[in-house]
């Protein structure tokens, strides 16, 4: 494990896949690694169906709650064409783990616009990040007994490419999520830390 | 121990510190949350109001009465409370009142992107800015102790990304405390709790002087108690900043010499005077109005860079910070190379109404009117009606203003009908006066309530409709055919929301009423709330499917294309999202084929 000192994370994807209680557990963990944390996101018109974006920083001392564009050190793309609309907001040097689902947008099924080519799309991910890590997080949350655990499956592959205590991580979900779906996150957190490392 | 809150959390945990004892507030993006945290702390009574003027006047009731109270609303929500809140400055108050509202920098959930602090200088006020948790927490405390020393309401003013950013406080002591109510009402204090002419004219120039004694405090007892703090470092260079823009100024110049302003207005301005001094030129940092900016100019202060560099418009980011630092001259240009999008298009994702949303064969049906009948929208979800593939909103321009705008298109001799569309929260907050002077003035409008049971877009809140208080109590519900009836509407009818046809005609019926206005009320819960009921699933059966697209026409999430080609149009057929769809059944009343059934 390496220690961290600073990090910039922005998760993206669509409304309701769960991604403002991965983030507030995100930035919980900053604190619980002795960091100073900050988390920000935009509530409201866009929470359903469109598309959602939360920002976490870790370091010493945090001034602004959002990343600057262009200093992203990890995506966390929990739908494939979301990780391609965030790629001006990385760093050279970045991590982009992306989950591998596609949510067609209205404009798509309307036909006004096309989904990209997906072999296409992590072929230019790939030449943009230093490494891309592709999660199937929707039949892994299926595996584990509850397919609204794809955010913890996420939340564990992020441990695994942070490199940081993974039972940090497990200690922070295990206190937000509800006691009765205590078991199927523990399992669905083995389930992603095992992809990540593979 | 440290714990995460956002803004929200943090507004409600001070001033439940402070002992405010009563608060009022309406929903609204981004100030929802300080209302709903406050009333979860013990020995308070915290309210939703109708609308925002009713939880202002709550609020001054209370205060006249000697109580801390706060009430709580979204930037233009301070539109529709204004008329008490200048009043209010005038008389003064005898408890503690804070105002706390949240604007939205970039309109994210919003009309337009005005900055209260205007109201504070307008109403004579003083305002305060956090620019953290900890801050909004701690300002807080300070607004309801300059509120009772100076007998003044305090703007306590957030913004989207304080109210929505999750910073650390220290973890708040748990206590309890008991609901205290109010003392005798003390007739004999100073201040005048009724306005007339005659007081007001009066009152005014005490108000000015009170102004004057705020700032003088602030340059006093407002450094000695955190609210401004200077950072002296390199003096080339001074940056006066306030808010959220201070997290970006000391993080992108940490180099630089910082006048942070707790309280944009009034500023200190012997202190801010002294700060200038010790450096070679100033320069100012704030989001939206330069309300700083020209309390420096108005004094003769130098300001080398203000809103020449850092925009008016939309929200400060670190970016926009940087650009406006590298333009004055503050920073160097840091090359950085391929922040560039990928070289892929990326297609549009815009919100959408939920899956089994009620407000849906609403628009599936209205949009087909769209020769015969102009709709005059309202403020709520249902304003996604405007988007594709409705696209069926005509005007849209504040909360309750759809009855209003339809009325005064059809009595101006619009050729088209008139459909004013509106939410039962709305129609609580702003659509009954308008609805009475329709029924007054013989307005031939139909006005639809999309009555949800919930005021949905900010999160589910309870309203005088859903007969449910803050506190999940049961309270008294109001019919809203009952409040049309009683007003004289004579053509009053309700529908099943999920029911395609029978919205449809009864529509019709609505828009050929004469005489007045017709309301229909179209019934259907919120998918969020705990009366909406799921089915059984919907599926595509692909032998039946001839890829015609009507079913993505109701606009549903849930909806999307298989990879199976229907070989007649080369099309992908459509399929259901089984973990979306939530068996509302509209898209199967619309598929001209009947492809479209309940899973097995």
């Given amino acids: 494990m390496t220690e961290i000192e600073r990090v910039n994370i922005l998760v993206v994807g669509v409304g309701g896949q769960g991604i403002i ?12 690694l002795g960091l100073d944390a900050k988390k920000s996101e935009v509530h409201g018109f866009a929470q359903r169906g469109g598309v959602v974006e939360s920002h976490i920083r870790w370091a010493p001392s945090v001034g602004s ?8 050190d990890v995506l966390v793309a929990f739908e494939l064409v979301e990780a391609a609309r965030w790629a001006d907001w990385l760093k050279p040097d970045c991590i982009v783990l992306v989950n591998h689902q596609r949510l067609d947008p209205m404009s798509v099924n309307l036909g006004k616009a096309t989904y990209p080519d997906e072999d296409e799309l992590l072929a230019a991910l790939r030449a943009r990040a230093a490494r891309v ?54 399992v669905a957190f083995a389930l992603g830390r095992e992809v990540a490392a593979s | 121990m440290k714990v995460l809150l956002s803004g929200n959390e943090a507004i409600a945990l001070g001033a439940w510190e402070a002992g405010v004892q009563y608060a009022s507030a309406y929903p609204g993006t981004p100030s929802t949350e300080v209302m709903e945290r406050f009333a979860r ?137 008991e609901f205290e109510g109010l003392p005798k009402y003390d007739r004999t204090v100073s201040i005048a ?61 940490p180099d630089r010499s910082i006048l942070k302003l707790g309280m944009s207005y009034p500023i200190p301005l012997e202190k801010v005077r002294e700060f200038a001094d010790g450096v070679d030129r100033l320069v100012v940092v704030e989001e939206l109005e330069p309300i700083i900016e020209e309390q420096l100019v108005n004094a003769g202060i130098e300001v080398a860079h203000g809103k020449d560099v850092f925009p008016i418009c939309g929200e400060l980011t670190p970016a926009v910070v940087r650009a406006g630092a590298v333009a004055a001259g503050l920073l160097d240009v840091v090359s950085m190379p391929d922040n560039v999008p990928l070289d892929i298009e990326v297609p549009e994702r815009l919100p959408a109404l939920c899956p089994g949303c009620p407000h849906r064969a609403f628009f599936y049906n209205v949009r087909r009117y769209k020769r015969k009948a102009i709709v005059a929208g309202d403020i709520g979800c249902y304003s996604m009606g405007a988007l594709p593939p409705f696209e069926a909103v005509d005007m849209l321009i504040s909360m309750g203003a759809s009855i209003g705008m339809a009325h005064g298109f059809n009595r101006a001799g619009g050729q088209e009908s008139a459909i ?100 229909v009320i179209v019934r259907g819960a919120c998918v969020f709330t705990p009366y909406f009921k799921h089915q059984p699933i919907m599926h595509v059966d692909p032998d039946k499917c001839v890829t015609c697209g009507m079913c993505f026409n109701v606009g549903c999430p849930a909806i999307v294309r298989s990879d199976e080609i229907y070989e007649t149009s080369g099309k992908r057929k459509t399929a259901i999202d089984p973990l979306l769809c939530t068996g509302c059944s509209v898209c199967s009343q619309v598929c001209p084929v009947q492809a479209i059934g309940r899973a097995e």
């Fill in chain 2, 193 to 253: 709790r009724a306005i007339l002419p005659a007081v007001a004219r009066r009152r005014h120039p005490e108000i000015e002087q009170r102004l004057r004694d705020v700032a003088d405090w602030a340059s006093t007892e407002g450094f000695v108690q955190g609210l401004n703090h200077v950072e002296m470092r390199d003096t080339s260079v001074g940056i006066v900043t306030t808010g959220m823009a201070y997290q970006y100024v000391r993080e992108l110049l």
């Fill in chain 2, 420 to 519: 004013a569309v509106i939410g039962d929260s709305t129609f609580f907050h702003s659509g009954i006066p308008p609805l009475a002077s329709a029924v007054y003035n013989k307005a031939n409008i139909a006005v639809v309530v999309l009555d949800n049971r919930i005021t949905a877009m900010t999160g589910q809140q309870e309203h005088p409709g859903t007969g449910i208080t803050l506190q999940g109590k049961a309270g008294e519900h109001i019919d809203i055919a009952g409040v049309a009836r009683s007003l004289g509407v004579d053509f009053v009818e309700e529908v099943n929301a999920w029911d395609v046809d029978a919205v449809n005609s009864i529509l019709r019926k609505a828009m050929a009423h004469e005489d007045g206005p017709a309301m």
């Fill in chain 2, 41 to 177: 702390y013990p020995g308070v009574r915290a309210e939703w109001a109708a609308n925002e003027k009713v939880a202002l006047d709550n609020a001054i009731g209370a205060c006249f009465g000697g109580a801390r109270v706060l009430a709580a609303m979204k930037h233009v929500g301070v539109n529709v409370a204004a008329d008490s809140l200048m009043s209010v400055s005038y008389t003064g108050v005898p408890g503690a009142f804070v105002l706390v509202t949240a604007d939205d920098p970039s309109a994210t959930s919003s009309q337009n992107e005005q900055d209260s602090r205007r109201y504070a200088q307008l109403a004579k006020f003083p305002c305060l800015d956090p620019s953290d948790s900890e801050d909004a927490r701690k300002f807080a405390g300070i607004a309801i102790a300059l509120s009772d020393r100076f007998e003044t309401p305090v703007m306590l003013r957030s913004t989207t990304r304080l109210s929505h950013s999750k910073s650390a406080v220290e973890s708040p002591a748990p206590a309890a405390r």
């Fill in chain 1, 65 to 72: 709650p959002t990343c600057e564009k262009g200093y992203v």
């Fill in chain 1, 133 to 186: 890590v592709v999660v199937d997080a929707l039949p892994l949350a299926e595996q584990a007994g509850n397919p609204r655990t794809m955010n913890t499956i996420m939340l564990a592959a992020l441990s695994s490419v942070l490199d940081t205590d993974p039972e940090v991580w497990r200690k922070a979900i295990l206190r937000r999520v509800p006691q009765r779906y205590a078991d199927v996150n523990e």
């Fill in chain 1, 21 to 32: 209680t991965a983030s507030d557990i995100a930035a919980q963990v900053g604190l619980d």
